[in-house]
């Protein structure tokens, strides 16, 4: 294992004034301010122990609102927050972004406004085409408008690749922004109109094999990279009907191998589930149509996925048995085990809502993703981590580390974690996509928003779960009181599987 060579480096940096570089813009040169962001940074980070840790809290925490929100408006509502180093807005990626902040939404307008108006150019964005993962801010006609695909390309589509975890995305946001301020505000009609049409993509890609003579979704790409289009035409590998909604792409925006992504067709589930509850307590007979719809898939897709718990492969390691479960599936009965850094993974299951940290299969699983029989897990001498074929051979992902961090029991795992993330942000003072293995100033995106704000939430997280690692013991108490119990901690307080 790599205890040996994180343990002791994190412990002899207590107390010793940061390494990292200070690397947030000037006041005058962010794209959007909360002051109660910029409340907590300054009362929290002078409580922690490591000043690497407290260097890098500054400079990532805020980083989505220093220098992503492109716009935003009041009066519509509307924010448009892109992904960092590429000028459009991800599902996925913007809902993530923002996500860290919603527990501070309730006494800060400001961040009211920025989130109502993300959930209502999402919600937008759905009714524009609900199969693409990215947006142009104005019909600019920028992105991939020479993809061929079903349905065509338009100038409002930065990219069109389907991801499940794109419309769950958006109703992720949706439900944690109900959750901790109990504001209904952003249940417009078009809100409204665009979760039908979410419910009714993932019935569509549940009840449609791909085979049809037309298929609702076909993609091509001209490319020299096998994972950015789909085979048979773009219609995708073979697949048959199982109750799982099918997702061509995976969250790298990679081709999935089997269409049935597992942690994508979880991160759904926890979702639907997450819908019906919050619409249930607004306004069940306003949204009975909804509620109708959504159940429906929520007894197929979910049903269908404990049907994959109950039937995992056993594993066996030195006459050991255990349970794992796949990355993907086809119907037929091909299943891929491995994992990919990005989220939703199977190492996310428990930050997702999904399945417990403490749940046997979910340990068995991971310790399978967090060892070489995953083909995507790469040790090397200056870290170790999940990776993918996204970016290649002995590249692992922060994203996948902080992952790693906040499902963990262990004190020393998650000093681990900590001690290789600050190395790898050493050179910058940012997370990146991710870094060499073996040489951690080789790294790629050196502006990854989604990545930085993960990075704030893990620190946020431990000082609720966790603070003897981060704070001094006369310190907790006043650490705690600044800290609101993080979206990644609450969502594993509440998975559906235990």
């Not at 773009?234 to 061509?248: E, I, N, Q, W």
């Not at 639907?272 to 898939?297: C, F, G, P, R």
């Not at 399945?355 to 170790?384: A, C, D, H, I, W």
């Not at 006369?474 to 979206?487: G, H, K, M, R, W």
Request: glycine share 4%; net charge negative; charged share 15%.
């Amino acid at each position: 294992m790599f205890y040996s060579l994180v343990v002791f480096p994190f412990i002899l940096l207590k107390y010793v004034s940061s390494s990292i570089p200070s690397v947030r813009p000037p006041t005058d040169e962010r794209t959007y301010v909360s002051p109660v962001i910029d409340d907590l940074l300054n009362d929290l980070s002078p409580l922690l122990l490591d000043q690497d840790i407290a260097t890098l809290l500054q400079n990532c925490l805020p980083n989505t609102l220093d220098t992503t929100v492109l716009s935003t408006s009041p009066d519509i509502p509307d924010s448009f927050v892109i992904t960092g180093d590429i000028e459009a807005l991800w599902l996925r990626d913007s809902t993530n972004q923002i996500l860290p902040y919603v527990p501070y939404a309730p006494k800060d307008p400001n961040l009211q406004i920025l989130v109502e108006g993300l959930i209502n150019r999402q919600a937008n964005s759905v009714l524009i085409d609900p199969f693409a993962n990215a947006f142009n801010y104005n019909a600019s006609g920028a992105g991939h408008q020479d993809d061929i695909r079903t349905p065509n390309m338009t100038p409002s589509v930065f990219e069109g690749k389907y991801e499940i975890d794109s419309p769950a995305a958006f109703l992720k946001i949706s439900y944690w922004y109900w959750k901790y301020t109990e504001s209904t505000k952003f249940m417009t009609t078009t809100w409204a109109n665009a979760v039908q049409k979410v419910l009714s993509t993932i019935r569509t890609m549940q009840t449609d094999d791909g085979n049809s003579q037309n298929p609702p979704y076909l993609f091509q790409r001209q490319t020299t990279a096998a994972t950015d289009s789909l085979m048979m035409y773009g219609r995708g590998p073979a697949t048959k009907l199982t109750g799982l909604s099918r997702s061509l792409f995976r969250p790298s925006d990679d081709a999935t191998t089997y269409q049935y992504n597992i942690p994508g067709n979880a991160m759904m589930c926890s979702e639907l589930n997450h819908l019906t509850s919050m619409l249930n307590k607004v306004d069940a007979n306003t949204y009975q149509t909804i509620l109708k719809d959504a159940q429906v898939i929520i007894d197929t897709l979910c049903a269908t996925l404990e049907q994959v718990i109950s039937s995992t492969t056993l594993k066996n390691e030195k006459d050991v048995h255990y349970q794992v479960l796949p990355y993907e599936i086809d119907g037929f009965g091909s299943e891929f085990f491995m994992d990919d850094a990005n989220v939703p993974s199977l190492l996310s299951l428990p930050v997702l809502g999904y399945m417990s940290s403490n749940n046997p299969v979910y340990l068995s699983t991971r310790k399978f993703v967090l060892s070489s029989n995953n083909p995507y897990f790469y040790s090397g001498k200056q870290g170790e981590g999940v990776g993918g074929p996204h970016v290649g051979y002995n590249y692992a992902w922060p994203m996948a580390i902080v992952q790693r961090a906040m499902t963990s029991s262990s004190d020393d795992e998650i000093k681990q974690c900590l001690d290789m993330l600050v190395r790898s942000a050493k050179s910058t003072g940012f997370m990146h996509e991710t870094f060499n293995v073996n040489n951690v100033n080789d790294f790629t995106r050196r502006w990854f928003a989604w990545a930085n704000g993960l990075f704030g939430e893990l620190v946020l997280q431990l000082i609720v779960d966790k603070p003897h690692l981060l704070v001094a013991e006369e310190n907790i108490a006043a650490a705690q009181a600044l800290v609101q119990i993080p979206v990644s901690l609450m969502a594993q307080k509440e998975t559906i599987i235990q």
